[in-house]
């Protein structure tokens, strides 16, 4: 009897799995930047979900972290008339695609969904082009995290740091003691990501948002950028010779091996940590970037849907792609992988460690007292156009160790001017 019903439910799921691949057996090719150890253990849970569901993956990725590289890529794609069904597209970007004309609309599975319902409305705003949804979120990052190593940390005789000063006191003891301070990587967009914590921490909120959200000139140019500029510098210092082109996540890997006690980068790093198999608060610490306890810079991750003209099949493995990326399952198995935490607000975030769980309360927090800010490093704050001209000013300030902090603000704000 038990037997029998047992050979009744294989057929019965074999019978449904046939009838799903059939029914579907659509194609999506998904653009993306994911490519480190994390990365693509969280972006393989996407492509197994869809392809359960009878649908197939054309993976399109494009290596570099930041995704500058996939952007360019992108666009030769998209002008030459043969976008992706979707790509890793966020922030302002997605407004500046929509305006192009080249996003499809999702509203029916949004509302079959009811993700109006279950993300915060300033985020179904970031994915509503002319108040259509074009985008599905698939995670939060907090972008100003310090990672550190604890054995070095203890070696050296020295505290996580948690305020800029602190910060500095840590690092020579770490640089006496023979580590590196600060794992970097010198790449442009890595640049930025270090500045903006810096920035964040001097600033505060409200100025933050004024220099790069609202893009004040009087802030952009003031003595309190000077000094984001003059603490920037002083880091320069604490990293080590070989940085430069350095990927994130090989700096990553040296505060898991030991050769370096901090990094201070989103929480995709934690995802590196995760693949590692290492544990947070064993061997590695979690902490705010120094001298922003209160604050939480703020990274989401989307995809932006292509109007198609191809098969019917594929139009329908899209809007699985897009119903799938904000389910549930998903949403905890990905971000489990990936480092950051779930967009929606009705999860159950039992599987989630301490740095999660600490991101998931700070998000919430930060969200009613105003200190939760879009990352400008990461594309949240402001236009491509004017986040290009940042990264130039400071990438170029941060390399060059004659560089003054006073001319460094003038060219920054005519800079930004220049792209508005
Ligand atoms: C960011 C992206 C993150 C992370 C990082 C490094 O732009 O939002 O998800 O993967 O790049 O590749």
């Not at 002319?130 to 990052?141: I, Q, R, S």
């Not at 984001?228 to 940085?243: L, P, S």
């Not at 940590?273 to 610490?285: L, R, S």
Request: proline fraction near 3%; charged fraction near 20%; hydrophobic fraction near 45%.
């Amino acid at each position: 009897m038990k037997i029998t019903r047992t050979l009744c439910a294989i057929t019965f799921a074999m019978t449904f799995a046939g009838t799903a691949a059939t029914a579907h057996a659509g194609e999506v090719e998904v653009l993306h930047w994911w490519t480190s150890g994390g990365e693509a253990r969280s972006v393989a849970v996407l492509k197994s979900m869809m392809e359960q569901q009878g649908n197939s993956w054309k993976d399109f990725a494009v290596a570099g972290g930041g995704g500058e590289s996939a952007m360019r890529v992108l666009k030769t794609r998209a002008v030459s008339g043969n976008p992706p069904s979707a790509a890793q597209i966020k922030g302002h970007d997605i407004q500046e695609w929509g305006r192009l004309g080249f996003l499809t609309n999702l509203n029916d599975v949004a509302t079959a969904e009811q993700w109006g319902e279950v993300i915060p409305e300033v985020v179904a705003n970031v994915m509503k082009y002319h108040g259509e949804y074009v985008a599905v979120p698939v995670n939060v990052h907090r972008v100003n995290w310090l990672w550190a190593n604890p054995q070095v940390f203890k070696k050296s005789g020295a505290q996580v740091p948690t305020t800029l000063d602190e910060f500095f006191i840590a690092a020579d003891k770490i640089k006496a003691a023979g580590f590196i301070p600060l794992a970097h990587g010198g790449q442009p967009w890595q640049d930025v990501t270090l500045f903006e914590a810096v920035a964040l921490a001097v600033l505060g909120s409200e100025d933050y948002n004024r220099a790069f959200v609202d893009l004040n000139m009087d802030v952009l140019s003031g003595e309190k950028m000077v000094e984001a500029f003059t603490q920037f510098k002083k880091m320069h210092d604490y990293i080590d010779t070989k940085a430069r082109g350095r990927q994130w996540n090989t700096a990553t890997s040296m505060v898991i091996n030991g050769e370096a006690a901090m990094q201070i980068m989103g929480d995709w790093a934690k995802g590196e940590f995760a693949d590692a198999g290492k544990v947070p608060g064993i061997d590695y610490i979690c902490a705010p970037a120094p001298g922003t306890a209160e604050q939480f810079t703020f990274n989401i991750d989307s995809f932006a849907f292509f109007k198609l003209s191809g098969a019917k099949e594929d139009k329908q493995a899209q809007k699985d792609l897009a119903k799938t990326i904000m389910t549930k399952e998903f949403q905890e198995i990905f971000n489990l992988n990936k480092g950051s935490i779930p967009v929606r607000l009705d999860m159950n975030m039992k599987k989630f460690d301490q740095c999660a769980l600490d991101s998931m309360a700070s998000f919430k927090a930060t969200a009613k007292s105003g200190d939760l800010v879009p990352s400008m490093s990461q594309g949240l704050s402001t236009t491509s156009y004017v986040q290009g001209a940042i990264f130039d000013v400071v990438s170029n300030f941060f390399n060059r160790k004659s560089a003054d902090p006073e001319m460094a603000v003038q060219k920054l704000s005519r800079a930004v001017k220049a792209a508005m």
